[in-house]
T-cell receptor, first 113, second 113 residues
Framework: GESVGLHLPTLSVQEGDNSIINCAYSNSASDYFIWYKQESGKGPQFIIDIRSNMDKRQGQRVTVLLNKTVKHLSLQIAATQPGDSAVYFCAENGNQAGTALIFGKGTTLSVSS | KAGVTQTPRYLIKTRGQQVTLSCSPISGHRSVSWYQQTPGQGLQFLFEYFSETQRNKGNFPGRFSGRQFSNSRSEMNVSTLELGDSALYLC????????????FGEGSRLTVL
């Protein structure tokens, strides 16, 4: 069935470290993947997206890697800061049109200074 | 530019009642999506509206309904409330369809007693 999951529910890092958050997806038909960040009391915030014709995309301090062979997605955050503490979700489109995204369960990133 | 506005932010209802939640998208955004967020099920897609038409619907019972007005504002309604409907209901808007770059509001937290 369709599912998007994250390998670890929690991740704790020190300020300044690089963080890697992983996600596995099972729907081979998905061709669009997105990462969101949700801070406490707020709605999810778009971070970065990647389409299946790419295997890497970089943003400001973030990089998303896509490995279609093993159906794996990762979000790398460089020089992690306390403000990066949040729950991170990966999402996929399940090869659907529109904005019907399938979200994973989320990884809570805790950054200590 | 004002973000997505959801009202009410918090509400308490009893089983069997009905509830209407409102969402005002970012100015110029024509697509509005609704998601339900619970600790157990995570973020789940409810529906998507574009140009006053429902374009996509998630796997929720018919008690969940919505609509979109000509100014792109949207409402969702849940009738005959059940305890399991307690959740954070998130509205997201986007300029167009077929994008994962959604702008979420802070949500309406519904508690059903």
């Amino acid at each position: 069935g369709e599912s998007v999951g994250l390998h670890l529910p929690t991740l704790s890092v020190q300020e300044g470290d690089n963080s890697i958050i992983n996600c596995a997806y099972s729907n081979s038909a998905s061709d669009y993947f997105i990462w969101y960040k949700q801070e406490s009391g707020k709605g999810p915030q778009f971070i970065i997206d990647i389409r299946s014709n790419m295997d890497k995309r970089q943003g400001q301090r973030v990089t998303v890697l896509l490995n279609k062979t093993v159906k794996h997605l990762s979000l790398q955050i460089a020089a992690t800061q306390p403000g990066d503490s949040a729950v991170y979700f990966c999402a996929e489109n399940g090869n659907q049109a529109g904005t019907a995204l399938i979200f994973g369960k989320g990884t809570t990133l805790s950054v200590s200074s | 530019k004002a973000g997505v506005t959801q009202t009410p932010r918090y509400l308490i209802k009893t089983r069997g009642q009905q509830v209407t939640l409102s969402c005002s998208p970012i100015s110029g955004h024509r697509s509005v999506s609704w998601y339900q967020q619970t600790p157990g099920q995570g973020l789940q897609f409810l529906f998507e509206y574009f140009s006053e038409t429902q374009r996509n619907k998630g796997n929720f019972p018919g008690r969940f309904s919505g609509r979109q007005f000509s100014n792109s504002r949207s409402e969702m309604n849940v009738s005959t409330l059940e305890l399991g409907d307690s959740a954070l209901y998130l509205c997201a808007s986007s300029f167009q369809r077929n994008t994962g770059e959604l702008f979420f509001g802070e949500g309406s937290r519904l508690t059903v007693l």
